[in-house]
């Protein structure tokens, strides 16, 4: 299978199963669009008279185009599923909803304030450190273990956070094992201890900011209804200067309220941040602030937009990160990661404060995906084994999309909320997904072409 676009004023193909790029002139792209379908005789004939170009010289292209097939570089066969019986994976990071309660009043959480419909709580310190335990004890041969404090707002149990840590780094020797924390955070209670604590132990820090004062404060209130830009960027901004260097996100989510999104994304690259990332916010059709399909083509000029914007500005020496359009041509995730994706339910759980385990924190509050607790263990092996079983090769859809290896089959929490099963695809998400591929291959092809000039 192969996808052809063009963009930039560049013809790309992408041979989807071997993940070769090809940049082609108007005759090769028009050719290879008409191989697969149509004959020799046919490409000729039609061929000779759109370009006023020689049998012969048509002959070489398509000469061309065989050699790379026989290179398994353009239309390389598909592969074939894994084995049904392939074992699980032993376990790798661990959500740890550290907090059910939040200071801020976002219009589009997808938590219910924080609560995630049980109510406000903080996880006391022995669940938190049984959790890394049940951590250490389900994750086999691995030695780097992923934490993400989440909520709510994981601030406002910011000491059992230091304890957790502080336990963790006292075991890590012992068992063999290295952790890599990351704090996922609102920024409202940043202070000098956070500061000082997050850059000596935090891996990653994600910091919550949806763009200009206005679109920002639009949703992201805190009680009172008032808006928190003011408060957050000095904060953040400290922050981020205190890592020196060291991972962090600014983290956005766009809505129908600001579809022009991509001028809050420079706002925040105007104020000094270079690791950015702007969600579609996910939700349901009736809310006023959904995404529709009839915003898909504002949304695909914006992110083709964003795009330009970024190889601009990486010419003029000023360069920002989208994670969106980080892509290693390369190297990238081993082939199971492609067919199976991020290990939802599998190599990554979400623990409750009260210890509940959830396939992930989107997950988290509906009964029917509770699979354990980090006391007893998976309980619910029929669940957990629905998760390993999805797959690019399960879910109907994804069969004949060039993008499969690339998205993995797209977010099971996002199919589920779209369509009520985990099998199901989040169609809007799915285009948003293929258009930032689209914008992120181009991005390395410009990138390589400058290079070799």
């Given amino acids: 299978m192969i996808h052809s676009y063009k963009l930039n004023g560049l013809n790309i193909v992408l041979d989807t199963m071997s993940g070769s790029i090809h940049v082609v002139d108007d005759l090769a792209f028009e050719v290879i669009n008409m191989y697969e379908r149509e004959d020799t005789a046919s490409i000729i004939s039609k061929c000779k008279s759109n370009f006023n170009i020689t049998e012969d010289e048509l002959l070489e292209v398509i000469s061309d185009i065989e050699e790379l097939e026989r290179q398994g570089k353009l239309f390389s066969p598909t592969l074939p599923p894994p084995k049904s019986d392939a074992p699980s994976t032993p376990l790798k990071a661990l959500c740890i909803n550290i907090s059910h309660m939040c200071n801020m009043r976002c219009g589009y959480c997808f938590a219910g304030k924080g609560e995630y419909g049980g109510g406000e709580s903080l996880m006391p310190l022995e669940t938190g450190i049984r959790a890394i335990d049940f951590l250490v004890e389900n994750s086999g041969e691995r030695r780097n273990l992923d934490i993400d404090f989440?909520?709510?707002e994981p601030l406002l149990n910011w000491d059992v956070v230091k304890e957790?840590?502080?336990?963790?780094r006292r075991i890590e020797q012992e068992c063999g094992k290295n952790f890599r924390f990351t704090l996922t955070t609102n920024g409202l209670l940043i202070d000098d201890?956070?500061?000082?604590?997050?850059?000596?132990?935090?891996?990653?820090?994600?910091?919550?900011?949806?763009?200009?004062?206005?679109?920002?404060?639009f949703m992201r209130k805190i009680p009172g209804h008032t808006g928190s830009y003011d408060i957050v960027v000095p904060k953040i901004k400290k922050l981020v200067d205190a890592r020196g260097g060291k991972g962090y996100y600014i983290r956005g989510t766009f809505t129908a309220h600001n579809i022009d999104f991509v001028s809050d994304v420079l706002h925040i690259a105007d104020l000094g941040f270079s690791e950015l990332s702007m969600e579609p916010v996910v939700a349901s059709s009736d809310m006023p602030y959904a995404l529709?399909?009839?915003?898909?083509?504002?949304?695909?000029?914006?992110?083709?937009?964003l795009a330009m914007e970024m190889l601009k500005r990486e010419e003029q020496g000023c360069p920002f990160s989208f994670y969106h359009y980080t892509l290693e041509l390369t190297g990238g995730p081993c082939l199971h990661k492609r067919i199976a994706g991020c290990g939802v339910g599998t190599e990554y759980l979400a623990v409750t404060p009260t210890g509940?385990?959830?396939?992930?924190?989107?997950f988290v509050g509906d009964q029917a995906f509770l699979i354990g607790d980090v006391w007893s263990g998976i309980k619910n092996k029929n669940l957990q084994n629905s998760f390993i079983s999805r797959d690019i090769y399960t879910i109907p859809e994804c069969?004949?999309?060039?993008?499969?290896?690339?998205?993995?089959?797209?977010?099971a929490a996002n199919s589920h909320s779209a369509t009520g099963s985990i099998g199901g695809i989040y169609k809007l998400g799915c285009e948003l997904f293929k258009k930032r591929m689209e914008c992120a291959i181009m991005m390395q092809v410009v990138r390589q072409l400058n290079s070799t000039l």
């Avoid at 000596?200 to 920002?216: C, H, I």
């Avoid at 069969?399 to 977010?411: I, L, Q, T």
């Fill in 292 to 305: 529709s399909e009839a915003d898909l083509p504002k949304l695909f000029e914006q992110y083709e937009l």
């Fill in 356 to 362: 509940e385990l959830y396939p992930c924190h989107q």
């Fill in 193 to 217: 201890d956070v500061i000082d604590f997050t850059s000596k132990e935090m891996y990653n820090v994600v910091l919550s900011l949806d763009g200009k004062p206005g679109v920002n404060d």
């Fill in 150 to 152: 989440f909520g709510g």
């Fill in 399 to 411: 069969v004949d999309c060039w993008a499969r290896m690339y998205c993995s089959g797209g977010c």
């Fill in 164 to 168: 957790i840590v502080n336990y963790s």
